[in-house]
């Protein structure tokens, strides 16, 4: 298969309308249709059902639809990471991502440990949303990342465990349960009047739900300090609460590991000296 073929067929199955994908491709509709015909017949698979009035996706097409995708993030991959190879002058830096407001102690003392490090290249901290981490390392954005689990997917990345750290309930100042030494995730699960936060999804869009929607741990704790939401966060959070907000320990939260995470292709030895620093830590 072409990567051009590939490209049209996530097309349509993403858009599931032949005019759209046409549209989004800049291409006409014909060719579009006659593209995904002949893909079809060399793979000897129906990938699409189609109608006058729906298009849909067969089990083979979700297949390659799932299989397609991972293709064209790994071609695009290899043409950021060649491209920068090319632009780089000596060893060239390293993009390292990481959500924003999250691990920033640990990033600092990481970025200084390296410094000293012989041979260290420039890092370069790409700051993201949640959940965006491992998109950026697979499609060749970043080179190494720190994400945490269980929130963070690590899907065909090699990892390393950093630190494991329990969880606390942020809350606004004056808030009832800010009087406890300790609280269960039962209590904080439908707290009258602190609706849980909704973060957005990979396609951007948000779940349906009462809880303000946030993009981002500083205006997530702003609205805590509001009192229009709470939430529960890894401990070190406690290291970015003013005196408007309270952590409160949860003893039934699952426990969050960071890890720092990179491509199992990765052939570099500058990225292999920050990882080995990161684990020394």
Do not use: N
């Not at 800049?26 to 015909?37: D, E």
């Not at 390293?94 to 410094?115: F, Q, S, W």
């Not at 300790?182 to 779940?207: C, E, H, K, N, T």
């Not at 005196?243 to 292999?272: K, M």
């Amino acid at each position: 298969m072409e990567t051009r073929e590939l490209r049209y067929f996530v097309a349509v199955a993403e858009e599931l309308h032949f005019g759209r994908a046409a549209e989004r491709l800049g291409i006409a509709q014909p060719p579009l249709s006659r593209a995904i015909r002949q893909l079809e017949h060399r793979l000897g698979a129906r990938l699409l059902e189609r109608s006058s009035r729906a298009v849909a996706l067969t089990e083979a097409g979700a297949t390659l639809l799932r299989e397609g995708r991972a293709a064209l993030d790994a071609v695009a991959a290899a043409e950021r990471r060649t491209r920068r190879a090319a632009q780089a002058t000596g060893a060239g830096g390293i993009v390292l991502v990481t959500k924003a407001g999250a691990a920033g102690e640990l990033l600092a003392k990481l970025l200084d440990a390296y410094a000293a490090e012989p041979g260290a290249v420039p890092v370069d901290v790409l700051l993201c949303g949640p959940g965006e981490q491992e998109r950026l390392l697979r499609t060749g954005h970043a080179d190494v990342g720190l994400l945490h689990l269980p929130y963070d997917r690590v899907t065909g990345l090699d990892t390393e465990p950093l630190r494991t750290e329990g969880q606390v309930a942020v809350l606004p100042a004056g808030h009832p349960l800010t009087t406890r030494t300790q609280v269960r995730m039962a209590d904080v699960a439908a707290l009258p009047g602190l609706p849980q936060p909704r973060w957005p999804a990979a396609d951007g869009s948000y779940p349906d739900g009462p809880g303000p929607q946030v993009r981002d741990h500083t205006q997530l704790l702003q609205l805590i300090a509001l009192g229009r939401t709470m939430a529960v966060m890894p401990e070190t959070v406690r290291a970015h609460l003013h005196d408007d907000l309270v952590a409160v320990p949860v003893v039934d939260a699952p426990d969050v590991t960071t890890v720092i995470a990179w491509p199992p292709q990765t052939r570099s030895h500058p990225i292999a000296t920050l990882i080995a620093t990161a684990i020394r830590l």
